[in-house]
């Protein structure tokens, strides 16, 4: 299921994922410490930076599972598709 919104929980290490059309959290995902910014790209993945890990969080748009990306010298690895 596509989703329609995912939002950083700073506080407690996860992202919420959001059913727009719903208005419902349907799923809470554990990532990195401290998760700050999130985009998404057009096939729907979405990237998680976390201030508190250093790394990258990657979660597929169908379900919500979850990969970390290390971070390398001051920029973000190239990850290999899931």
């Known amino acids: ?7 950083a929980n700073f506080g ?17 995902v554990r990532v ?3 998760p700050h910014s999130i985009t998404t790209v057009p096939g729907g ?3 998680v930076t976390e201030n508190g890990g250093g790394t990258v969080t990657v979660l597929d748009p169908d379900s ?3 990969r970390v990306a ?5 920029l973000v690895q190239r990850c290999p598709e899931a």
Do not use: F, T
């Not at 407690?12 to 809470?28: E, G, L, M, W």
């Not at 290390?70 to 001051?74: I, S």
């Open 12 to 28: 407690s290490d996860s992202v919420s994922v959001i059913n727009a059309q719903v208005r419902q959290v349907i799923a809470v």
């Open 1 to 7: 299921m596509r989703v329609g919104a995912y939002v």
């Open 70 to 74: 290390p971070r390398g010298k001051g």
């Open 45 to 47: 993945r979405a990237y």
């Open 32 to 34: 990195g410490p401290l």
């Open 64 to 66: 919500h599972e979850h």
